[in-house]
Structure formats: C-alpha cells, structure tokens
C-alpha cells in the first residue's frame, strides 16, 4: 500500500479544498509544517499539494532530483487562455523553456551583470531625487526606477518622462496579473474544470472567456512593442548595449523566426518576472529601517567611514561595507519576498523516506518557515542583522544566507538573482547614503506608527 505524507484530513471528494487559503497561504503551511512535519500533503479533486518544509528536503528533491520536480502545473486560465505559457516562469518542462533558459543565463550570469553596472549606478541619482522631492509617493519611485533600469537593461529602452509607454503597458499587465488574474490564487473554476474552455464567450457565465480575450491581447502588447522597437533599432545599427542587442548581434545575419520568438518572450518573461520582488524587497526594506533607526544609524555609519559623504556608493564598495550586507540579509529574510516560491509540478511518480509522491502533484517550498528555522536564526521574527556577524562554521554561514532560499530552487531557480542582488543592494546602500528614512508624520506633527501586514497572493 502506497503511505501517502501526513497532512490535514480533507473532504472525502473535494479533498482540502476548504483547508486551503486564498492568502497568507505560507502562514498555514507554516502551522501544518509544526503538526505534521518536514512533508505536508493535501489534496484538491485528487491533485496533489505538497508542502516541503525543511531545506534539507528541498535541496534532497527539487535539487538532487530535480530532473522529475522541475515542471509548471498547467492553468488553463492563465496560461492557455491569457497565452501566459510563452512567459517562461510558466513555461512547461522542455525544449522551450531550456532554449529561453540559455537565452537569460548568457545575460544574467554573474560577470554578464557586470556590464550593467555603470547603468545601475546612474539610475540611482535621479532615483534618490525623486524620493527626496515626494517621499511618500515611494513606491511609485521604486517602480518607476525598477521599471526603468529593467527596460534599459533588457531593450536598451531609455525612459524619459514619467508616461512612458512601455512603462504604462507594464504597470496595466502587472496589475492585471496581480490584481485580477491571481487574485484567486490563479486557480480559476475552468483549471478545475477544464472542459469549460470550449463554451462559447457569449454564454452566460462565461464572463471569464471574454476577460481573458482582452488580457491576452494585453500580455501580448506587453511582449511585443517594447520588442517591436528594439527591432527597429536594428536596421540602423542605432542600439545600446542590452540583453536584446547582444544576443541579436551574436547570431549575425541569421536571427531566424524562432529565435526571435525566444528572444521576445525572454525579454518580456525578464521584465515582468523582476518588478514585483525587486519592489517588494526595496519596500521592506524601507520599513525596516522605519522601526529599526538604530540599525539605520549604525549602517549609515559604515558607509560615511567607507566612503566619505561626497558621493554614493558603487557596487565596487560591496565588500568594503560588511554591516550594510548584514542589513541586506537581514532584508531578505525578514519578511521574505517570496514566501512559498512559485509551484514546480511532479513529472514521475516518487517516493521519500517511505512516502508516497504522487505524479502531477504541486510542490511548494515553505521559503518562509525556512527562513524562520530556530536553529539557523534564533528569535526568527525579530529584525537582527546582528545575527550575520556571529562567527559560526562554514556550513552554517552558507545555509543561513537567504539568497539560498528566497530564488527558488534547483531547475527553475530565479535567473535574475544575480542582477536582482546587485540592484537591491545599490537601492538600500544609496538611500542610506543620501536619506534618513522615517516614519511619516500626522497633522500634528506626531509620527504615525506603520502598520505592518504583510498580504501577498498565494503565489508569493
Ligand atoms: C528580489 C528579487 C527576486 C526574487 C526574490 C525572485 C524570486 C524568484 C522565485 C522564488 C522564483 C521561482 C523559483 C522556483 O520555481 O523555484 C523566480 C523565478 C524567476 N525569476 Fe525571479 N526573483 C527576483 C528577481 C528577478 C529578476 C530581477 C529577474 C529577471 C531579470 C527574475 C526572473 C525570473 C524568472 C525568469 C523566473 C522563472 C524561472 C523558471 O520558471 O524557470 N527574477 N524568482
């Protein structure tokens, strides 16, 4: 008999369908990784939901294994009917995904990144300048400055004025994707129920078709005109270096069709897959430092004594600045920006420590209740970059950095980790260079307390 991990028991048909959580889905692994143990199980209608609470078991299967955990669950919602299977996070096991894989790891690998960094560094100023002249809009900057650096980098798109077009087709998808489309956790009554994709759009009911007809031609959009003018580009040779131009210009005279298919959904898989963690982790950051001014005084300490205070910081500095590392650690990990990574899908059936896996399952990485491990990080839920300066043994130094967690892992581990490090650390090393960030104040001059909450979809 097959012995199946433990887990909540469920319905008898619908399985856990009312255990799961809309939100704060980590929250509740993280209360069934406590009572059950390091591999949790659900079910819905029979699919397999796999929680792997341990890094231990996580590096066992989606690293050792990972030739059999490294596929996408299929949504019918999302990616056949809003055509989001050529983004590549979503992209199905194979040849598709392994082509644009190569694509992004010539771009994204760590000396690649190098050439960005003078683009990096001049993006910074005009960013510090317009925190400076309407702090509160701050996440609106951090978007505008992700939002920029990313289309510089990847199309060599310089953005001049705050209604960019490309800038405005990429806020219309995120909110769309954000908003609407996963809202729900990115399950739609269709992925359950498939065969609801050939009713026709004016039937009642069928408000989700007609939907996504007009999300998937913005997906589109999204892919294709920022795309449309890098092409242009080419013709008269006029185009800065970036991902595009480079991988365009090694194949010379023979881009073929389906390279430039690649190449489009690679760009646009890199734009959309960088803006919500990088403005996720920038915006914890900012309120960490809000709660926290001690550790902002002390890290600002660090750089005036580094580096003077007549310019800002450079990723050269990086390794001359080990508090600020710590406070970027302490960032990641904190309120992880990614809290149960994005699904890998069981391709074979498998079995662990005597437990049954069933094929076709979604497994999730538990990032948050990882990075919440007694052990590695005593007093998980206080804010201590402290903690990194405790002298311990290599091991351990390797397993409590988060960067080891918070990108996913084996097959589909975030290619943009080396670029996203870089910017997040240039982000957080300038504004405490240039700024002091606290809290906001009322009418009467009293400083409003923040209220933290932290609300991501399930997916994140
Ligand atoms: C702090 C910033 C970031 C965080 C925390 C983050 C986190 C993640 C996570 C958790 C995954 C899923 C990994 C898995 O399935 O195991 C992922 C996938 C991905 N990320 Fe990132 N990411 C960040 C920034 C970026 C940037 C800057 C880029 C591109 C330039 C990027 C591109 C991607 C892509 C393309 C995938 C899909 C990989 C695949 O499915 O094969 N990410 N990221």
């Given at each position: 008999t097959r012995i199946y991990p433990p887990g909540p028991r469920g319905l008898p048909l619908a399985g856990n369908v009312l255990d799961?959580?809309?939100?704060?889905?980590?929250?509740a692994a993280t209360k069934w990784a406590k009572e059950f143990g390091n591999v949790v199980y659900l079910h819905v209608f029979g699919l397999g939901i796999i929680f792997l609470n341990d890094s231990e078991t996580v590096f066992e299967l989606m690293d050792k294994r990972g030739a059999i955990y490294s596929d996408r669950p299929h949504l019918v919602m999302l990616s056949e009917l809003c055509g989001a299977e050529n983004i590549l996070a979503f992209t199905h096991y194979g040849d598709q995904l392994r082509r644009g894989h190569k694509l992004m790891h010539e771009a994204l690998?760590?000396?690649a990144i190098k050439t960005y960094q003078p683009l990096l560094e001049m993006e910074s100023l005009p960013f510090l300048r317009r925190l400076l002249s309407k702090p509160s809009a701050y996440m609106d900057h951090i978007r505008r400055y992700s939002g920029t650096l990313t289309l510089n980098v990847i199309y060599g798109h310089q953005v001049t004025s705050d209604d960019d077009e490309f800038l405005t087709i990429a806020e219309e998808c995120g909110d769309l994707f954000a908003n609407h489309l996963t809202a729900?956790?990115?399950?739609?009554?269709?992925?359950v129920f498939p065969f609801l994709k050939h009713i026709p759009a004016w039937f009642p009911g069928a408000g989700f078709k007609r939907k996504a007809v007009v999300w998937k031609a913005k997906f589109e959009e999204f892919a294709e005109k920022p795309f449309a003018s890098f092409k242009s580009k080419t013709e008269t040779g006029d185009w800065p270096p970036c991902f595009c131009s480079t991988l365009w210009q090694r194949e010379g005279q023979t881009v073929n069709p389906q390279m430039e298919f690649d190449l489009k959904w690679a760009a646009n898989t890199m734009y959309s897959g960088s803006l919500d963690p990088t403005i996720t982790v920038v915006s914890q950051f900012i309120l960490a430092m809000v709660l926290h001014p001690e550790v902002q005084i002390k890290a600002q300490e660090e750089i005036d004594s580094v580096i003077g205070t007549e310019r800002l910081p450079n990723l050269d500095d990086r390794p001359f600045l080990p508090y600020t590392e710590c406070v970027m650690n302490e960032c990641l990990r904190w309120t992880s920006p990614s809290a149960v990574g994005l699904p890998h899908r069981l391709m074979e059936d498998d079995v662990y420590k005597g437990m049954f896996l069933p094929k076709g399952s979604l497994m999730f990485a538990n990032i948050w209740a990882m990075l919440r491990d007694e052990f590695l990080f005593p007093n998980p839920n206080t804010f201590d970059p402290d903690r990194y300066q405790e002298k311990v043994d290599e091991?351990?130094?390797?397993?409590?950095?988060?960067?080891g967690y918070v990108f996913g892992f084996g097959r589909r581990r975030c290619p943009g980790m080396h670029l996203a490090d870089s910017t997040i650390w240039l982000l957080m090393a300038s504004m405490l260079a240039a700024l002091d960030l606290r809290k906001a104040k009322d009418e009467n001059g009293n400083e409003i307390e923040p209220v933290v909450r932290i609300n991501n979809s399930v997916l994140t």
């Open positions: 799961i959580p809309m939100t704060q889905m980590w929250l690998h760590p000396i729900g956790g990115g399950v739609w009554m269709v992925d091991e351990t130094e390797r397993k409590r950095d988060p960067r």
